[in-house]
């Protein structure tokens, strides 16, 4: 957590570089943690780490716009961290140049989007924080319908399922308690949201990682 605490108060470049720093040594874990207990290996190998993380820097990061690119450069540098250690590891087949560069595509996509997530669910005004808070709490949601939908891992399905209501209902109540305004349209942004993300990853990312 020592990076990630740094973005509090650092200057612009020390906060992209602790970003970058984070987003290695994560992408490295990711890697690492694989086929250690089935739990970890699922937490682990997940679209929902990389993207809370990367909203827990966002939410740190007192500027918006260097949330914004932080978000960028943490997907990337976590993309970057995990193929290299898969390089290191032998198990970089003939077609992972592709998935590496879909991956990377999507978080730099993805990542300002939930960078600035996490920066507008603490440190903005007005309806856009409940906006936020949902856009954070639909990966979970949506991540939990793909495992259920489309892979058929029902029981893990549900344990992401019930994670994102718990993070929806906890952002709700956080943001309740600090005196957003319509705080209530987290809870009911974020299953459409995680509706919209599940069909944009069976119809786009996996189409795209399937042709690679």
Do not use: Q
């Not at 890697?31 to 939410?59: C, E, F, K, M, Q």
């Not at 856009?135 to 892979?151: D, F, R, Y």
């Amino acid at each position: 957590m020592a990076p990630l605490t740094a973005l509090r108060r650092a200057a612009p470049g020390a906060v992209l570089t602790a970003t970058v720093v984070f987003g290695l040594l994560l992408g490295w874990a990711t890697y690492g943690l694989h086929g250690i207990t089935p739990v970890l290996d699922r937490a682990t190998n997940s679209t929902s780490t990389w993207i809370l993380w990367t909203a827990a820097a966002g939410a740190l990061i007192r500027n918006r716009w260097l949330a914004v690119w932080s978000g960028a450069l943490m997907m990337l540098a976590t993309c970057c961290g995990y193929y290299t250690a898969s390089t290191l590891g032998g198990t970089f087949g003939s077609g992972g140049l592709g998935t590496a560069a879909v991956w990377s595509v999507a978080g730099l996509a993805g990542g300002p989007l939930l960078g600035w997530a996490g920066w507008t669910v603490r440190r903005a005004r007005g309806d856009l924080r409940a906006v936020a808070g949902a856009v954070i709490a639909m990966v979970v949601l949506g991540e939990g319908l793909w495992l259920g939908l489309a892979l058929r891992y029902w029981e893990t399905a549900v344990v992401f399922l019930t994670a994102g209501v718990l993070l929806a209902a906890l952002l709700t109540v956080y943001l309740a308690r600090t005196g957003a305004r319509r705080y209530w349209l987290c809870a009911v942004f974020a299953p459409v949201g995680g509706l919209v993300f599940y069909l944009a990853e069976k119809s786009i990312l996996n189409g795209l990682i399937g042709s690679v």
